[in-house]
Structure formats: structure tokens, C-alpha cells
């Protein structure tokens, strides 16, 4: 740096000497101030977070112009969403395989229900019903004292389409079972339910009500009125 007097303008070079060797005039030369370190810092900090800003104005237009504009990206989409239709549709199909039953599986529970249900009807009336009743004495009331139904909901056939074969007992227990899958009764693929079903024990009875506390406001249509 070089200096030079104010009143002549001569340059009296780099030092501030406080006399000027060409006017004689002396001059008062300001001490130079010290940079105050709390203002620089601050200004550090400023220009840092300028540039930050500045940088992620940058970044965040080249996402927005060129993001959506690139196949890759919708290339990208598709397969994430590929994997995820091929996971949910994985673990749906577990979850119906888990919740198909056998169909002799079913068989044998709508036989234990059955069974049950047989013997509910023999606690009430004293007896099983007769082969001119049926299992439809269990859903639809055939005008015998002390009935107490329905003992089940609906009367269903087996998974093979076959109703279930019922005779009523001679000595013991009555005959029901399942044609099974030849659908022939006799042979050896037929089911049968579990004999100690026949007997529900009298636990049962707490909780059971009337008929016409149990459906209150169906009628039980006997079933020479349903046939009409």
C-alpha cells in the first residue's frame, strides 16, 4: 500500500510517515482499525448458509425438472409395485390355502354337530326322532311335546353333494353318517361321527332358551304347514 499527501498529492510511499517530504505539512494519519471477530464470524456464518441456500435451490430445480421426465423413474415405480402386488398376492394365497379345510374334514364336524344336536333333541322330548321325521326334526318343529328347536340352523348336505344317511337307534345309539366320497352307503370311505357326541351332558342346558325367546318374532312352521 502506498500513501500520498492529502495537500500536495505527492506519494510519500508505503510508510505513513507523518510529515510530508515534499510540502513540509505534517499529516495525521488514523490508526487503522482492527477487524472485529465477533462481525467476521457472523459474516462466515452468513455467507455459509448463502451458499446452502443456494446450493439447495440448485438441487431441489434439477429434481423437479428432470425427476419426472426420465423413463427410468417410472421404470423404477413399476417394479416396486410389481414386488409388492407379487408379495400381497403371495401371502393372500397362503392365507386361503390355510383357510381351505378337507372336505372329510368337514364332514366329520358336521357330524359331531349333528350328533350333538340328536342328542339336545332326545334331552327335550325323551326320544330321537323317527326315520318319518328325520334330521329336519332338529330345524323345523314336528309337533312333538317338549320341543325345544331349532337345534341347528339349516340342514346341509356333505361336501359331495349327499345328504347325510340317519336312522333312528333299535338298541343304543342312532345310525348317521356320511356317504363319503363314492357317495354309496356301506363301503369303506364312509364317515361317521364320534359317539361320544351323542351325549352333550347337561352343562349345555344353563344357557339355553325357548324357542320363542331364541327367535323372537320367527314362527316354526310345522312341516305339514311347510309342504302346502
Given at each position: 500500500m502506498r500513501y500520498r499527501c492529502p495537500y500536495c498529492k505527492q506519494e510519500v510511499g508505503a510508510s505513513p510517515a507523518p510529515q510530508c517530504p515534499g510540502c513540509?505539512?505534517?499529516?495525521?494519519?488514523?490508526?487503522?482499525?482492527?477487524?472485529?471477530?465477533?462481525?467476521?464470524?457472523?459474516?462466515?456464518?452468513?455467507?455459509?448458509?448463502?451458499?446452502?441456500?443456494?446450493?439447495k435451490a440448485e438441487l431441489h430445480g434439477a429434481v423437479q425438472s428432470t425427476?419426472?421426465?426420465?423413463?427410468?423413474?417410472?421404470f423404477?415405480?413399476?417394479a416396486v409395485l410389481a414386488l409388492v402386488g407379487a408379495w400381497l398376492f403371495k401371502a393372500t394365497d397362503s392365507a386361503v390355502q390355510r383357510a381351505v379345510v378337507p372336505p372329510h374334514v368337514r364332514t366329520l364336524r358336521n357330524l359331531d354337530v349333528l350328533a350333538e344336536a340328536l342328542g339336545r333333541y332326545r334331552f327335550h322330548v325323551g326320544a330321537y326322532p323317527a326315520e318319518s321325521q328325520g334330521l329336519a326334526a332338529l330345524v323345523r318343529d314336528p309337533q312333538v311335546p317338549r320341543w325345544s328347536g331349532p337345534y341347528i340352523?339349516?340342514?346341509?348336505?356333505?361336501?359331495?353333494?349327499?345328504?347325510?344317511?340317519?336312522?333312528?337307534?333299535?338298541?343304543?345309539?342312532?345310525?348317521?353318517?356320511?356317504?363319503?366320497?363314492d357317495r354309496l352307503p356301506g363301503t369303506p370311505d364312509d364317515l361317521r361321527p364320534d359317539t361320544a357326541r351323542f351325549?352333550?351332558?347337561?352343562?349345555?342346558?344353563?344357557?339355553?332358551?325357548?324357542?320363542?325367546q331364541r327367535l323372537r318374532g320367527v314362527v316354526i312352521v310345522p312341516p305339514s304347514d311347510a309342504t302346502r
Amino acid at each position: 500500500m502506498r500513501y500520498r499527501c492529502p495537500y500536495c498529492k505527492q506519494e510519500v510511499g508505503a510508510s505513513p510517515a507523518p510529515q510530508c517530504p515534499g510540502c513540509g505539512r505534517t499529516r495525521i494519519v488514523p490508526k487503522m482499525r482492527e477487524p472485529n471477530p465477533r462481525l467476521a464470524r457472523r459474516r462466515r456464518i452468513e455467507n455459509i448458509h448463502r451458499e446452502y441456500e443456494q446450493k439447495k435451490a440448485e438441487l431441489h430445480g434439477a429434481v423437479q425438472s428432470t425427476m419426472f421426465r426420465n423413463p427410468k423413474f417410472y421404470f423404477g415405480v413399476i417394479a416396486v409395485l410389481a414386488l409388492v402386488g407379487a408379495w400381497l398376492f403371495k401371502a393372500t394365497d397362503s392365507a386361503v390355502q390355510r383357510a381351505v379345510v378337507p372336505p372329510h374334514v368337514r364332514t366329520l364336524r358336521n357330524l359331531d354337530v349333528l350328533a350333538e344336536a340328536l342328542g339336545r333333541y332326545r334331552f327335550h322330548v325323551g326320544a330321537y326322532p323317527a326315520e318319518s321325521q328325520g334330521l329336519a326334526a332338529l330345524v323345523r318343529d314336528p309337533q312333538v311335546p317338549r320341543w325345544s328347536g331349532p337345534y341347528i340352523n339349516f340342514l346341509r348336505k356333505d361336501p359331495w353333494g349327499t345328504d347325510f344317511v340317519y336312522r333312528p337307534p333299535t338298541n343304543g345309539l342312532p345310525l348317521l353318517f356320511s356317504c363319503g366320497p363314492d357317495r354309496l352307503p356301506g363301503t369303506p370311505d364312509d364317515l361317521r361321527p364320534d359317539t361320544a357326541r351323542f351325549d352333550p351332558g347337561t352343562a349345555w342346558t344353563n344357557g339355553w332358551l325357548p324357542t320363542a325367546q331364541r327367535l323372537r318374532g320367527v314362527v316354526i312352521v310345522p312341516p305339514s304347514d311347510a309342504t302346502r
